[in-house]
């Protein structure tokens, strides 16, 4: 049977509800959508995007593609940057890897067996790469996210167990010293810092600019935590002699430790000069660090760092956690992260192999070769080393005049900025204290860097040098303070703190060395 309903009168509507429930008001958002057919024809291309402070609104999820894509498109192309180490280059196969892993947590050993298992793998493959031992207790080691972060964990290592061996002797545990180069990058400069160990430099000279492995060795003291030797230097890729510091130390009967910063040269030197002993074949090389970001070929964010043996990396600082459901030894910084990059790295480890990296490192070093002869034919004095004597990089500046009296109006700042108008990136640098304020340029060259882009880059600089040649030195000078002023992003930049501006405790602040990128 069929009932008729009636059809109640407004006011009888939610007669049914409480007094108190309809006195709530709610504050549910009720707004249009203001988003059109056309991300430009939208409202939001006609407003500035959100700088300072949180948006109340939303925005369609195509418009803040679009949007964000557009700001990004003022950066510079990665591949023309030969100021960088870091991979700008990897396969789609990797690509579409990594990203299928971006909400990985990759501490999370319960949940992500396998990522965690990828990484020990990786630490293994890396390790023997180091040639580490395998009697003792074995080597050991972890992923981080960059060799900032390896180099702080060794340094970590090294003072605690300086410190445990001068408590077990009942000697005094202040001031705690590292030996490095005057060359070293920043993030040595950072460890000391924050990790209060006094730094003892070994000065670069303006005909050498590496470390001078007696005058290393002569600084060592009981207060000695460690000293740190450079397989390629961030300046001219030059690799420092570790193999005659640690036969130094064998001779004097010292049992200081060596850490190795391998950052760069970590991938290249096993490939390309695989006799040459800096790693663990050096009984006093305790720890090497290597960034896989780099001559590791993947995308910027994962290092390594290597300990030859475990008993190098003392217990209390490793700490055993279990709270996402898994008993796990940690030793880093940092906790959460995502295992996109070790996977990365895992993919080219297996997807290379040996010939591959060889074959990738051997064209590198041949491209480098081919540019510092090119150079050279220029008239440039070139710094860097050549086949495999370095890092694929070519380190060079202007020749000092012929005559003596004769100025010169330009230099090697000037090239820079020319070359960056015609879009490359080839930083200038003042070197490292006393080399008479040296100035030079730098290109790195990395896996997509051919010789057929080479052969631009050749020219252009040429093209620059005769642009410069032609205008007298007030119109350089000019141009030069114009660049300063209003081209150059680092000097727009408004985010710095004016407290923190013009610090004088670094290396850079107390002699003007240019920290060089990495």
Known sequence: MVHLAKVPHDHEVNNELPEAIKKISLQLSNDEDSFTT????????????????????????????????????????????????????????????????????FIDYEEYPQSADIQNRCVSMIGRLFNAPSDGEGAVGTSCVGSSEAIMLAVLAMKKRWKNKRQAAGKSTDKPNIIMSS?????????????????????????????DPQQTVDLVDENTIGICVILGTTYTGEYEDVKSVNDLLIEKGLDTPIHVDAASGGFVAPFVTPDLEWDFRCEHVVSINVSGHKYGLVYPGVGWVIW?????????????????????????????????????????????????????????????????????????????????????????????????????????????????????????YTMAPNTNNLKMLRVVVREDFTKNRCDALIADIRYCQQLLEQLDKESISR????????????????????????????????????????
Request: glycine share 6%.
């Open 38 to 105: 056309s991300v430009y024809g939208s409202k939001f291309a006609a407003e500035d995007l959100p700088k300072h402070e949180m948006p109340e609104g939303e925005m369609p999820k195509d418009v803040a593609y679009r949007m964000i894509k557009d700001e990004l498109s003022l950066d510079g192309n990665p591949m023309l940057n030969l100021a960088s180490f870091v991979t700008t280059y990897m396969e789609e196969e990797a690509e579409k890897l990594m990203a299928e892993s971006f909400s990985k947590n």
């Open 183 to 211: 060359a070293v990058q920043v993030c040595w400069e950072k460890a000391t810092r924050y990790f209060e160990v006094d730094e003892k430099l070994v000065y670069c000279t303006p005909d050498r600019f590496v470390i």
């Open 308 to 428: 030859r043996d475990a008993e190098f990396l003392p217990q209390e600082l490793v700490f055993n956690i279990n709270y996402l459901g898994a008993d796990q030894s940690s030793f880093t910084l940092n906790f959460s992260k995502g295992a996109s990059q070790v996977i990365g790295q895992y993919y080219q480890l297996i997807r290379l192999g040996k010939k591959g990296y060889r074959a990738i490192m051997s064209n590198l070093t041949r491209t480098a070769n081919y540019l510092s002869d090119a150079l050279e034919t220029l008239g440039f004095v070139i710094m860097s080393k050549k086949s495999g004597e370095g890092l694929p990089l070519v380190a060079f500046r202007l020749a000092d005049p012929a005559d003596p009296e004769t100025e010169r109006h330009y230099d090697e700042f000037a090239i820079a900025h020319k070359l960056r108008a015609r879009g490359w990136v080839v930083p200038a």
């Open 479 to 518: 141009q030069e303070d114009f660049i300063r002023k209003h081209a150059m992003n680092s000097d727009q930049a408004k985010h710095n703190h004016p407290r923190y501006r013009k610090e004088k405790h670094s290396i850079q602040g107390k002699h003007g060395k240019t920290h060089s990128i990495c």
